[in-house]
């Protein structure tokens, strides 16, 4: 075979039946959580003004380095979206709908980064996000979400991660602590991570690499710049898992770099998945980034989680496979085809997933295809039942005859052979 002209470019994937099934129902099993606790779906567009993600913080790679933007024709500079939460925020300073607001979206995310195993440059987000309110027991609410998704999906071995980053003013408190431990210590610090720390100290923590390693585990922890109130908030989320039953561990080093997070992040990561790319997602409380989108000031908490690498951790665990995609009937048409398509019809009208053979094939040939289609039953017509008025049913499994009935019985028999061959398939 030739290779062709054009492929997906880098990063880019054709999400193929069955695994395109897996996915929608990976979005449905989602949607069903959330729909459970009072969360409406959000569709915003995939692009928006370049600003709108800007203002996630210009520290981050995501915005300074990936994102893919460019100039329309009319002149705006606009960005494919590298992840949902500003546009949310952006559509809430727009629409100011009631608050609580609480919404789940589902779909793409552009950026630019080197693919590689369960990273790419178009990827699948699930998420939630809660506008304008600020409980601990909307946290609590939140992060188990999250983890009776994973649970939904058969998940076993997902860890959640947990941490606060205090109010504002412990979080600033902090960052210069973080920055005089780390510029007092420079030598043992990677290049990439001295770059990291002119320009936001707390991502050094997020550094992997093991020459940062013993500085990390040396630097002054969170916890001990919390203000009583950010303690009692950070205890009672606390508490709240624990009254749900749901394992957590507390990590000071879980900072997530934007400048809006304050109080609690949290991750959830898979068991299963190689340390460098297991966080399966996350999320944490943020305020400012309605304002600075134009609306009023609004506390806000959500989290985003990966579709792909979820997907590679339910594979790893041998749960959530790819639905059967087989149909129940396949129409086996010898005369021309015609009275395939009005059985075909008829059968789908009656709620049986129905295929069917085209060009007029020989018996063999569509009686091959009717095995491939994992179809338990086959409706064979000719000319001679065409004359006599009556249709073949065909059980493809087990051991049961075919029959010959009439025409008008057949959405009857087909039902009768249906309901024996799923009792024999699930004896
Ligand atoms: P983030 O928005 O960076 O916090 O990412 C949240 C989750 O989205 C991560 O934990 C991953 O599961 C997933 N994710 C982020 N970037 C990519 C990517 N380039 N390819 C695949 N999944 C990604």
Redesign the pocket.
């Known amino acids: 075979m030739s290779t062709p002209a054009f492929q997906t470019s880098p990063g880019m994937r054709d999400i193929l039946p069955p695994e395109s099934a897996r996915w929608r129902r990976f979005q449905s099993t989602f949607a069903s959580v959330v729909e459970a606790a009072g969360y409406g779906e959000i569709m915003p567009p995939l692009m928006e003004d370049l600003g709108v993600f800007q203002r996630i913080g210009d520290a981050t790679d995501?915005v300074s380095k990936e994102m893919y933007d460019f100039v329309d024709k009319g002149g705006r500079h606009v960005a494919l979206r590298p992840?949902q939460t500003a546009s949310v925020c952006r559509a809430f300073a727009q629409h100011r709908p009631l608050t609580p607001w609480k919404v789940y979206y589902a779909g793409p995310n552009f950026?630019y980064?080197k693919p590689q195993r369960?990273?790419?440059?178009q990827?699948d987000?699930v998420g939630v996000e809660v506008l304008g309110a600020d409980d601990p027991y909307l946290d609590v609410e939140v992060i188990a979400l999250g983890w009776e998704f994973f649970r939904a999906l058969g998940l076993r071995q997902v860890r959640l991660l947990l941490n606060s980053l205090g109010e504002p003013e412990d979080r600033a408190r902090y960052v210069q602590a973080l920055r005089e431990h780390f510029e007092a210590n420079l030598d043992g610090l990677s290049e990439v991570s001295r770059t990291t720390l002119a320009k936001n100290p707390l991502r050094v923590l997020d550094s992997k690499r093991r020459e940062d390693a013993e500085l990390i585990a040396a630097a002054p922890r969170i916890a001990s710049f919390y203000s009583i109130d950010a303690a009692g908030h950070f205890e009672a989320v606390q508490q709240g898992l624990t009254d749900l039953g749901i394992p957590f561990e507390i990590d000071n080093t879980l900072v997530r770099g934007l400048d809006y997070y304050r109080r609690t992040t949290f991750e959830y990561q898979g068991g299963t998945l190689d340390s460098a790319q297991n966080?399966?997602?996350?999320g944490g409380r943020y305020d400012g980034l309605v304002e600075s989108l134009g609306g009023p000031p609004t506390p806000g908490i959500g989290f985003?989680?990966?579709l792909?690498?979820?997907l590679l951790a339910c594979d790893d665990e041998g749960v959530f496979e790819a639905p059967d995609v087989s149909v129940d009937v396949y129409v086996v048409d010898t005369a021309g085809g015609r009275q395939a398509l009005q059985i075909s019809a008829e059968l789908r009208e009656a709620g049986f997933a129905t295929d069917r053979a085209f060009e007029n094939r020989s018996m063999k040939s569509q009686m091959k295809g009717a095995d491939r289609s994992g179809a338990l039953v086959a409706v064979i017509v000719g000319s001679n039942e065409i004359d006599a008025g009556t249709v073949v049913v065909r059980p493809l499994r087990g051991e049961d005859l075919q029959r010959t009935v009439p025409r008008d019985d057949l959405v009857a028999e087909v039902t009768k052979v249906m309901i024996e061959s799923l009792k024999e398939e699930t004896a």
């Open positions: 995501v992840e950026r980064e369960g990273r790419y440059r990827f987000q966080a399966l997602g996350g985003a989680l990966g792909d690498r979820t």
